[in-house]
């Protein structure tokens, strides 16, 4: 298959750090490959400790010493308004970059980017009314002043899913809250962080609030563990997810978690299947699959799974798989031959369990090169099945059958993972009413809405604290009592 014209990325050369470009201590280079074509796209520097030490004093003096803390939020609002008109700016290179380093169609990146923006804007605005000192009073009639303060340096450490927008929610909210910085996006999708950094640069933030050092596992690992570092944000993989806690643990420093999923959507027995279907056709299978929240167990009920089964596999046969750079592409490749791999060892996991495969299964014809894999779905599939319980992150989706509302929901809850769920009923206080009882962070009703300016994040094994709206604040703030005698 013809590969449409790439834009050539510029590789960066050196690090963000103190508010200025420093070149590299260490020697040791990363490469981006292209999940379309295979090609190598780019090698660039990668941060040793002696890079990241540096980074975390820029941002230990910045916040210890510097002004960005003690400014009154208005000020900093002003500054995040202006980082927000600059990502504005360049939303066409931020979905190009996520277009070209993840496979996602650059039909559906184009219109995600604004969430970068948005989320800026949002903390600008929410700090110049946000309550961070509430007066109160003692019982026997003395002041009592609640402030709520900074939390110090933050280590903000995202995947390669979706770079900027997971990157944002927390640079956003943690700047917003007087927070310093230091970004480690993914080794394998760097590029719009850098775009961040320049426009933080361009706002003429204070030198050393935002920090970037692109680095791997071993760099992730000596950055959580620094003693510089206060809080540790991090957007992952449950089992890292776990290991960051562990390490944070040793010395109590704060951590925040938005880790795996394994989302139901369940249908109730009066909803429309064709209402339904375009939002499962976008989220049961976001950008491959490689989606925290995609919805990748659907519950429907026994007398109807005939009914949808023919709507929606009819719907996922016809999903144009392609070059993420053609307009008309509705699914791209898998962002790396080890998702690949991954996501083929669960469809033969799922065969050998009995599953069947009800579409999809295999890799698509005419695509000699890139990380494809067919839009899969499982039937005849049982709740402890291995494609049931784990995280797949790739476009491989099952239905489960349930007799009445009570099966639903213990099938819904059979799951280490509790992170986002949708409901589909004509009745939307019985929706409410089911939603109440899965154990979910998220819940949509006949939808999937995910909105920045609300709080996002897990139960269970799906994480700790929240990002998004004001809880998203809150996740970069310590409160302090000051009692007057």
Request: aromatic share 8%; net charge neutral; charged share 25%.
């Amino acid at each position: 298959m013809n590969m449409m014209v790439k834009p050539t990325p510029r590789a960066p050369e050196r690090f963000f750090i103190g508010g200025r470009w420093v070149e590299p201590i260490s020697r040791q280079t990363l490469k981006v490959v292209s999940p379309s074509t295979e090609e190598l796209l780019i090698t660039y520097p990668e941060a040793g400790p002696a890079d990241i030490d540096r980074a975390v004093a820029s941002a230990r003096d910045a916040f210890d010493n510097g002004p960005w803390p003690r400014m009154a939020p208005s000020e900093r609002a002003g500054y995040l308004r202006r980082v927000a008109a600059l990502l504005t700016e360049r939303l066409d290179d931020i979905a190009t970059a996520w277009t070209l380093q993840v496979g996602a169609p650059i039909s559906l990146t184009k219109k995600l980017v604004g969430q970068n923006p948005t989320l800026f804007s949002y903390y600008a605005d929410l700090i110049e009314k946000y309550p961070f000192v509430d007066e109160r009073k003692r019982d026997d009639g003395g002041r009592v002043r609640v402030a709520k303060e900074p939390v110090g340096v933050c280590a903000a450490i995202t995947p390669w899913n979706a770079p900027l927008v997971l990157l944002s929610y927390k640079i956003a909210a943690g700047l917003a809250a007087g927070c310093t910085m230091v970004a480690k996006p993914s080794p394998e999708t760097p590029l719009e962080a850098y775009i961040l950094a320049e426009c933080i640069e361009r706002a003429g933030l204070p030198q050393g609030v935002f920090n970037i050092v692109p680095a791997g596992r071993e760099g992730g690992d000596y950055l959580v563990r620094h003693k510089g570092v206060d809080k540790v944000a991090f957007t992952g993989s449950t089992g890292a997810g776990k290991h960051i806690a562990q390490v944070c643990a040793e010395r109590l420093a704060r951590v925040s978690l938005e880790l795996g999923g394994k989302s139901p959507a369940i249908l109730l027995d009066d909803a429309d299947f064709k209402a339904a279907l375009p939002s499962l056709m976008v989220y049961t299978m976001p950008i491959t699959g490689q989606v925290c929240f995609s919805l990748t167990r659907i519950l429907v009920p026994e007398h109807r799974e005939k009914e949808f089964l023919d709507l929606y596999l009819g719907a996922v046969s016809g999903i144009k798989v392609g070059d993420p750079f053609d307009p008309a592409t509705q699914m791209g490749p898998l962002t790396m031959a080890r998702q690949r791999a991954r996501v083929e060892g669960y469809i033969a996991a799922g065969r050998a369990e009995g599953a069947r495969i009800a579409c999809g299964g295999g890799r698509p014809r005419g695509f000699d090169k890139g990380f494809f894999v067919e839009p899969t779905v499982f039937t005849d599939v049982t709740p402890h099945m291995k494609i049931v319980q784990e995280e797949i992150f790739g476009p491989v989706v099952s239905v489960l059958t349930y007799r009445d509302d009570e099966e639903a929901v213990a099938k819904a809850n059979n799951s280490q993972y509790g992170l986002n769920a949708s409901i589909y009923s004509a009745d939307p206080e019985r929706a409410y009413g089911m939603a109440r009882r899965v154990r979910s962070g998220t819940v949509t009703i006949n939808g999937v809405i995910i909105d920045p300016k609300h709080p996002f994040g897990g139960f269970k094994q799906s994480g700790m604290g929240r990002e998004g709206g004001p809880e998203g604040l809150e996740n970069y703030i310590e409160t302090k009592t000051i009692q007057y005698a």
